[in-house]
């Protein structure tokens, strides 16, 4: 059993920064990649970021590249997002994700995820 287990988020004004995590946990979990999507209010859920977890090569959503930024620490299977030059239109629930198959480029697409955590609110007030 799998499990992903976000923390971090909360309220913050439009140009101030926040952090997310994201700690993964399973016996067996050996990632191929980790990432994260976002999902406002009557809209889809759409791609972050995401990160391949052995060769760390990463990919971001244009709204957000510049801005934003994912990492890792492999050894305790915790994934970050670091956020800054937060806008009003970033507000959204954020949900971890994770995928244990090969891809040969890192997948953007919801559907290619197969674990994915609770979600936690980033709100950024303008």
């Known amino acids: 059993q799998v499990q992903l287990v976000e923390s971090g988020g909360g309220l913050v004004q439009a140009g101030g920064s926040l952090s997310v995590s994201c700690a993964a946990s399973?016996?067996?979990?050996?990632?191929?990649?980790m990432g994260w999507f976002r999902q406002a209010p009557g809209k889809e859920r759409e791609f972050v970021a995401a990160?391949?977890?052995?060769?760390?090569?990463?990919s971001y959503a244009d709204s957000v590249k510049g801005r934003f930024t994912i990492s890792s620490d492999n050894a305790k299977n915790t994934v970050f997002l670091q956020m800054n030059s937060l806008k009003p239109e970033d507000t959204a629930v954020y949900y971890c994700?994770?995928?244990?198959?090969?891809?040969?480029?890192?997948?953007?697409?919801?559907?290619?995820?197969?674990?994915w955590g609770q979600g936690t609110q980033v709100t950024v007030s303008s």
């Open positions: 994700a994770a995928d244990q198959r090969f891809r040969r480029a890192i997948p953007r697409d919801y559907y290619e995820y197969v674990y």
């Open positions: 399973g016996r067996t979990f050996s990632p191929y990649v």
């Open positions: 990160l391949r977890w052995s060769a760390g090569s990463t």
